[in-house]
């Protein structure tokens, strides 16, 4: 007689295997699912008197949104016009307002595609180093209702960072 058992080992080892199947068989998948989050970082520009506005959204969300509201024809963002007009979009759905409740008018700088984000640039002009701060952000809470805007303000080696939703009011930042 040999010294193992060799039908109990194969019993063992099957009824690991079944075992390990059987649990694997029964893993619930995950799918990841990318979030609605768009961010805008805002600085001041010393040197120009001007407070800089950099806006990072995802081109799909953008696309989406704007053909949605038939302001695009074609699902494109890589085309100048289409930029321009998700620049002129953001100035309506993003505003910033000074100490004494004023809006600081944004001009639009230009847009830039980076991967699957586009950047959207702009500069306000203000008189002096800004006293106070609040800030407006709707960037596509009209499409999306779980969007979520990140704006992160760094104004006189201050930061702060503020998180709007759908219907959010104007926060004041400082």
């Not at 690991?16 to 961010?39: D, E, G, W």
């Not at 800089?52 to 949605?68: F, P, Q, S």
């Not at 709707?138 to 759908?166: D, K, M």
Request: aromatic share 8%; charged share 20%.
């Amino acid at each position: 007689m040999p010294p193992y058992d060799y039908a109990m080992i194969s019993r063992r080892l099957f009824t690991r295997f079944a075992l390990a199947a059987a649990a694997l068989s029964t893993a619930v998948p995950a799918y990841a699912h990318r979030q609605k989050i768009s961010y805008t970082d805002i600085e001041w520009l010393a040197d120009s008197s001007e407070i800089g506005v950099t806006h990072r959204i995802h081109m799909h969300d953008a696309v989406k949104a704007l053909v949605k509201q038939g302001k695009l024809d074609s699902p494109t963002l890589t085309d100048l016009r289409s930029q321009a007009i998700l620049a002129l979009h953001l100035k309506t759905q993003f505003a910033l307002y000074g100490q004494d409740e004023k809006r600081i008018g944004l001009d639009v700088l230009g847009a830039e595609i980076q991967g699957s984000d586009i950047f959207i640039f702009m500069t306000g002009k203000v008189d002096g180093t800004p006293k106070g701060l609040s800030i407006f952000c709707e960037i596509l809470h009209a499409t999306y209702a779980s969007q979520r805007n990140h704006v992160t303000v760094n104004l006189q080696g201050e930061i702060h960072t503020v998180t709007f939703q759908a219907k959010d009011p104007v926060k004041t930042v400082f």
